[in-house]
């Protein structure tokens, strides 16, 4: 770290009201734990802020000593952004308050909530909106990339659904955005990742949503890939906006449901989603278990907020992680093609491809309403590379590398810069597509010095 003062590391401590943890303190190695194993950084310090107050502090202490500043919000994305060598952490995993309004559908999130946080107390009223599929995943970092999940195709991206948010700039000051105030800013952050200031707090519109929905699995054998997957494109394209079906190629886990001679075979997975009366989803999901010959399905009636969880078993923290993600318009019948000769090699049994259906609401909006421009995506997909030991590395990342290139060819322009991986420095200016020219304008407005650098960076023009 740049040499600071061990008194100014002592103002910064005094009247914290978080914890700020040095390298030799206890509990340091556990604060700079992320979900992505292979990330191992040593921060000189780390502030986990108990709120607002602190994250200008540690901002100011950043600002003024020339320290080189993270942002942590749960820590997920893929990158490693929200860690730093020898620099400052500022950490909001413990600002993980969310409030709900149930009469005015509106709830204000802090920004080290996870989608567990806030999908919890919005279910408690009924309500929700459009998060992620892995509940461990934070608010802050999901939002301000876009944020898709199950409940998109009805109700749009994260950021579609929301209403304003109290930002502490790089300057320390604590402004908020909305649409009528720094229209500006409130269009940056809607896309334009941590790049404009550190979210201390996001407020949501809600929609009533179950809490008790039709959802689940159809699992078919990797023999019918082929079919399977074209039938399930066709589906899709005529499915209703309250329907998401999403594919998971991969080897099966072993899911009580399941044969046990399929256990750890490749597979097709069907995941489904009807966010609207179980009844009518049942008569809609009736087509997707007669594609084949499924080895299994537990599709039922459940809390969606269950169903929010129901992917966490396989993406735990700490596991070794690299990704590759393209969107598309379609699925062409080559890239089904590619999929399945790459599904066939998978390098170890945690690695998979999905595609996340999402079109529907998401694609309303122009790309220039928002930072998120990738309006025209009706699948983002990644190619989920994720193993135990380091020993695999060489071969699981390579596997990854293999099938982004061989899938490029029938994939859109932009990428989702909440899946770009730390060695992607070159596809950020694609995934900020037509937007990156006034991007770079206003990051010269709010943040000239760059201060939020560790993130998919936009140099300030
Ligand atoms: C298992 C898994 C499943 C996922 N599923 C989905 C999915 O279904 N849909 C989807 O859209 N995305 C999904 N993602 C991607 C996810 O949206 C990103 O990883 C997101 O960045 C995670 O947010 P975070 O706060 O946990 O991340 P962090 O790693 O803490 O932060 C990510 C970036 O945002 C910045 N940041 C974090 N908090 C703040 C803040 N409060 N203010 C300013 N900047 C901040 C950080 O500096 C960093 O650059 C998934 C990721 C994982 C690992």
Redesign the pocket.
């Known amino acids: 770290m740049t040499r600071v003062d061990a008194t100014k590391i002592e103002a910064l401590k005094k009247g914290f009201g978080g914890k700020v943890f040095l390298p030799k303190d206890a509990g340091y190695d556990e604060a700079r734990k992320?979900?992505?194993g292979m990330v191992d950084k040593r921060p000189a310090i780390i502030a986990t802020c108990a709120g607002t107050k602190d994250v200008v502090k540690a901002l100011n202490f950043a600002r003024e000593n020339g320290v080189l500043l993270?942002?942590?919000?749960?820590?997920?994305?893929?990158a490693g952004?929200?860690l730093c060598d020898d620099g400052i952490v500022i950490d909001?995993s413990r600002m993980k308050a969310v409030k709900v309004d149930a009469g005015a559908r509106r709830a204000r999130v802090e920004?080290?909530a996870t989608l567990a946080d806030f999908d919890g107390a919005a279910q408690a009223h009924g309500l929700a909106t459009p998060v992620?599929?892995?509940s461990t995943?934070?608010?802050?970092?999901?939002t301000?990339?876009?944020?898709?999940?199950w409940l998109s195709r009805k109700y749009g991206m994260?950021i579609d659904n929301l209403e304003s948010a109290e930002v502490v700039t790089a300057k320390g000051e604590v402004v908020q955005a909305s649409a009528s105030v720094n229209p500006d800013l409130f269009w940056a952050i809607r896309g334009g990742?941590?790049n404009f200031?550190?979210?201390?707090s996001f407020e949501f519109r809600l929609h009533p949503v179950g809490p008790d929905l039709l959802s689940g699995l159809v699992v078919y054998p990797f023999a019918e890939a082929k079919t399977v997957l074209k039938q399930y494109r066709d589906f899709v394209a005529r499915s209703p906006e309250a329907l998401s079906v999403w594919t998971v190629l991969r080897k099966a886990p072993p899911l009580p449901f399941l044969p046990a001679a399929v256990h750890g075979k490749e597979v097709v997975i069907l995941a489904l989603l009807y966010a609207g009366d179980p009844r009518e989803g049942e008569a809609l999901v009736q087509p997707l278990r007669k594609f084949g010959k499924p080895v299994g399905e537990h599709i039922g009636v459940q809390p969606y907020a269950a169903w929010q969880q129901a992917f966490d078993p396989l993406?735990t923290p700490g596991a070794r992680?690299y990704w590759k993600s393209h969107n598309f318009t379609k699925i062409a019948d080559g890239l089904i093609d590619v999929a399945i000769q790459y599904v066939a090699k998978l390098p170890s049994p945690h690695c998979e491809i999905f595609f996340?259906s999402i079109g529907g609401a998401t694609k309303r909006p122009a790309p220039t309403a928002t930072a998120y421009a990738h309006r025209d995506a009706e699948y983002v997909m990644n190619v989920h590379g994720r193993w135990d030991t380091p020993a695999e590395d060489e071969r699981c990342i390579q596997w990854s590398r293999d099938y982004f290139q061989a899938s490029a060819p029938f994939a859109s322009a932009g990428a989702?810069v909440?899946?770009l991986t730390a060695d992607e420095t070159d596809r950020v200016r694609s995934a900020y597509g037509p937007n990156y020219e006034r991007l770079a304008q206003l990051k010269r407005k709010y943040d000239p010095d760059n201060l939020?650098r560790?993130?998919?960076n936009i140099k300030p023009g």
Do not use: D, P
């Not at 995943?137 to 999901?142: D, M, R, V």
């Not at 200031?197 to 201390?200: C, E, F, L, P």
């Open positions: 992320i979900w992505n993270a942002v942590r919000g749960a820590g997920h994305h893929i952004n929200s909001l920004g080290g992620g599929i892995n995943t934070g608010i802050a970092g999901l301000l990339g876009g944020g898709f999940g994260t990742s941590g200031g550190i979210v201390t993406l992680n996340g989702y909440n899946f939020f560790m993130n998919q």
